[in-house]
């Protein structure tokens, strides 16, 4: 119970900050050696329910919005859905099997790093009501590469809209308003595994990390959205260079 806790706050927080929550998430339990069934896909894909919930609630007010008069930015994001809502259903298999070794997982913190520090250096100067067909396209397709355990996909999709010259306020509102469906979609397709498997999940611990996922993730929303206002993603890449190194320096020494 306490080890799906502190995964689950992981998850709250790491889901929007762009550092990669599926990547902490492997790293966390590969570093404590934790096992069971907080070391598998289907609870950390369960816990994305907790982060679905605070981006519903924080955002709540744009939704009404595009369901009622802003059809526009509702129709961007369902075109911005499609690329990784497609890439997800197919690759998943290749996904749980592949994807989830600690080098990857590094050289993806490290790689992307690179990607995030350039977008910062591109101007910055449209809002989200001046965002194109092509914009939804380009971070659509940019969430793809978030399959990959260490990308993250708030960092990734973030880092299109400022290649796109998106305020950094607007690409990060974009990009969280894209999650819900993303984070829906893996949800539901995960949650329905878990019901239909014969292992014997524990419910009362997958409730309590998505019930410390959704805290976490609420507050971790709150801060980037005015963090973002005043400041740029070189913090995270700063941390996401020092945490690659740190993992490829650990699996050498346990080589």
Request: glycine content about 8%.
């Amino acid at each position: 119970m306490f080890e799906a806790i502190i995964l689950g706050i992981i998850q709250g927080l790491t889901e929007f900050f762009p550092v990669s929550s599926t990547g902490h998430l492997i790293l966390f339990t590969w570093f404590f050696k934790i096992g069971g069934i907080v070391d598998t896909l289907s609870f950390h894909v369960a816990l994305h329910l907790g982060t679905l919930v605070a981006v519903v609630v924080y955002f709540y007010r744009d939704w009404i919005e595009m369901m009622t008069t802003n059809r526009k930015l509702f129709l961007l994001l369902v075109i911005a859905t499609i690329p990784a809502g497609l890439a997800g259903y197919f690759l998943n298999d290749i996904v749980e099997s592949v994807f989830r070794s600690p080098i990857i997982i590094a050289a993806a913190l490290i790689s992307v790093s690179c990607v995030m520090w350039a977008s910062e250096r591109f101007q910055k100067s449209r809002d989200i009501d001046r965002l194109t067909v092509f914009d939804a396209v380009i971070i659509g397709i940019a969430q793809i590469l978030a399959l990959i355990p260490g990308v993250s996909r708030s960092g990734i999709t973030i880092s299109a809209g400022l290649f796109r010259n998106l305020r950094r306020e607007t690409a990060t509102r974009f990009s969280f308003l894209m999650s819900t469906p993303i984070i829906a979609g893996a949800t539901t397709l995960h949650m329905m595994k878990i019901f239909r498997s014969e292992s014997d999940y524990n419910i009362n611990i997958i409730l309590a990390g998505v019930l410390s996922s959704g805290i976490a993730g609420f507050f971790a929303i709150r801060f980037l959205m005015n963090f973002f206002r005043k400041h740029s993603l070189n913090t995270f890449v700063y941390y996401r260079i020092g945490l690659g190194i740190l993992i490829l320096t650990t699996a050498w020494l346990k080589g």
